[in-house]
């Protein structure tokens, strides 16, 4: 066996046996080495050949399930989300502690709000059931929807009402089911015709305006109550049908010459909830002014209701059978000492027939429509050029002014042409004359200290005046949209600030800045009518029936009413801006259908002011082009 063997260093391993003199001197030279060694530091490979291998200290590791992480690293990623989400909500804390200025958008202005209330008025049968009315001449008449209420009514003093409407008539010749729609004022007639214009009024104002009835959150709102009443319409004639012969136009009875013994809608004081007396239906089987009046509600209501195509449809076809019978069975609905004579007279179906015309036009795209609603023959009979005291007052009875507004509309933005632009021209000329005449430069009306005597200083003037603010915003809107600052009143320019001014004027005077100081409509600031003539909010809701003569005690009471009407403008001051309070005096405190219509087209149109524009676009939407589109243009030429 050798005496060698490997240094695991490299080098050979010897036994040496020198002797041991070698061996102390080597001791001696090793001693010096090693001082001389200690006196510098050791490396670490050095430091391991000293001491051998070191204990080290074994690893913790946390099973986190899908991965393995060091269990240090772990507890530091920890530790840190829990800092940063602790620092975190010190710094929420702070912020939401430390008092900020907000910008809050503007309060409402005074338009909006009352259009709010105005709008609450037509609730009668809808969930808010508070009321619809109409104007009329006479007689009062007071007004709210009628039949079974929604669930989510919640005018407290209503409840259903007359349920058998149209059933209890044994010949078959009227429709059966007339449960709906909207009682005039605060009795519980529902005339058509003057329905059938408020209908179109609000269309035209959600056609024109909804983008501030959806600024304001009225857009649903309104359109429900229009849906409420052309649901209704629909079933006053057979609307399935491409040709009718009769028309229903009235619901109820307001006839006073039998005295008090004949109980009725006029006679008897009583709430509609506990009406136990007939209600006779009254059709027509020539009357054009009302089956075109509502030929424009149903045309109208279809451009509102365009995003629903079935209902559009149906209200379409609707109005087209409608129009047939208006131009095949020429009459007037009140003639003949009818019912509706007395409080509702129509002078005429031809400015029915241009008005009618242009909403049939603008809901199918048909230029027969057009042509003849721009019919220099039609425009003539419909009184476009006699002039006369009502000349430009728009109204239930006078659709004229309105619908020279609305064929101006065309001019302006489609440029239809021959054969058309003639009495379009004329009809702009007229809408320019007619806005002059409101503007207190000029003597066409007379004016109390606020407001324009549109009826000449007769009874119920409020309607008239609003409807006139309407049309002057609308077309001083019409006139901005088409890049046109003003319009001419003979030598003199006028802007569409002055026209907007008058609007805001006449509707102010209805909200409050009149002589008396008094808002006209009810509900709207803190002085405003009490005895207001309407049979529901006259009576408690005391589980108590009132007969029909039972009730007077009520009707004649000077204390203010139970209920308060909310939203419902009173027929107006007289031609000295007085006002009388008084529940039987109709001709101050009345509020109708038409009446509240106009006001909401007008409050729409003013609230809010320029900042949500005219839609320019929507009432053309089933409109075609007017002219052909052009050949494209030919390849270029190659040689």
């Known amino acids: 066996m050798s005496m060698y063997g490997r240094d695991p260093w490299g080098g050979p391993l010897e036994i040496n046996t020198a002797d041991s003199a070698t061996d102390d001197d080597r001791s001696r030279n090793l001693n010096d080495f090693d001082r001389a060694a200690l006196s510098r530091p050791l490396d670490e490979t050095q430091q391991s050949w000293l001491l051998g291998p070191g204990e080290q200290k074994k690893k913790r590791y946390v099973d986190l399930g899908c991965i393995i992480v060091s269990r240090k690293i772990f507890i530091w990623t920890i530790g840190t989300i829990l800092a940063a989400g602790f620092i975190a909500g010190i710094i929420t804390v702070i912020v939401k502690n430390v008092p900020r200025h907000h910008k809050h958008p503007p309060a409402p202005d005074n338009y909006t709000i009352a259009l709010h209330k105005a709008l609450m008025f037509f609730n009668a049968q809808k969930y808010l059931m508070f009321f619809c009315l109409i104007p009329y001449s006479s007689v009062a008449i007071d007004s709210f929807s009628a039949g079974k209420l929604p669930r989510h009514n919640n005018v407290s003093w209503r409840g259903n009402s007359c349920l058998n409407d149209g059933k209890s008539d044994k010949s078959g010749a009227v429709m059966k089911d007339l449960v709906g729609g909207y009682y005039d004022a605060g009795d519980a007639i529902k005339f058509h015709f003057p329905q059938a214009w408020a209908m179109t009024l609000l269309s035209w104002s959600v056609i024109e305006y909804s983008g501030k009835y959806e600024a304001v959150g009225e857009l649903a709102h309104v359109r429900d109550i229009i849906k409420w009443g052309t649901d209704y319409f629909l079933k006053t004639f057979n609307s399935s049908a491409d040709s009718i012969s009769q028309l229903v136009a009235q619901v109820g009875n307001g006839d006073t010459s039998g005295g008090t013994s004949d109980p009725n809608d006029q006679t008897c004081w009583m709430r509609p909830e506990d009406i ?364």
Not at 335 to 352: K, L, V
Not at 387 to 394: A, D, H, K, R, S
Not at 433 to 457: A, D, E, K, V, W
């Open 276 to 639: 136990d007396y007939p209600r006779p239906v009254t059709t027509c089987s020539s009357c054009s002014d009302l089956a075109a009046e509502m030929a424009a509600a149903l045309a109208s209501a279809s451009i509102v209701f365009k995003d629903n195509k079935i209902y559009s449809k149906k209200l379409v076809h609707g109005a087209e059978t409608l129009w047939k019978f208006a131009r095949d069975q020429r009459g007037l609905y009140s003639g003949g000492g009818s019912d509706a004579a007395t409080y509702y007279n129509s002078s005429m179906y031809w400015d029915e027939f241009v008005w009618g015309g242009a909403w049939m036009y603008y809901a199918t795209g048909n230029q027969s429509y057009l042509y003849l609603a721009s019919h220099p023959t039609l425009a003539k009979h419909a009184g476009a050029f006699k002039g006369g005291p009502n000349y430009g007052v728009f109204s239930w009875d006078n659709k004229l002014p309105g619908a020279q507004v609305l064929l101006t509309r065309l001019r302006l933005f489609l440029s239809p042409g021959y054969p058309y632009e003639q009495t379009l021209k004329t009809f702009h000329n007229q809408t320019s004359i007619i806005m002059c005449s409101y503007l207190p430069y000029f003597t066409s009306f007379n004016r109390t200290r606020g407001m324009i005597q549109l009826n000449h200083g007769n009874t119920q003037p409020l309607q008239y005046v609003a409807n006139a603010a309407f049309l002057a915003t609308l077309f001083s809107d019409y006139l901005d949209a088409a890049d046109t600052p003003g319009w001419y009143c003979g030598p003199n320019f006028y802007s569409t600030d002055v026209l907007r001014k008058f609007a805001e004027t006449q509707i102010d005077y209805i909200l409050g800045k009149n002589p008396r100081k008094m808002s006209y409509v009810v509900g709207f600031g803190n002085h405003y009518p009490k005895h207001v003539h309407h049979r529901g909010a006259s009576i408690p809701k005391n589980k108590i029936k009132y007969s029909c003569k039972g009730g007077y005690k009520w009707r004649n009471s000077k204390k203010p009413n139970p209920n308060i009407i909310f939203g419902a403008m009173v027929a107006g001051p007289d031609r000295h801006d007085g006002f009388h309070d008084v529940r039987m005096n109709y001709n101050y405190t009345e509020p109708t259908l038409a009446g509240n219509a106009g006001l909401v087209a007008a409050l729409v149109a003013l609230s809010g002011g320029r900042t949500v524009k005219v839609d320019k676009n929507t009432i053309f939407s089933a409109v075609p082009p007017m002219f052909p589109t052009p050949p494209p243009p030919p390849a270029p030429w190659k040689p």
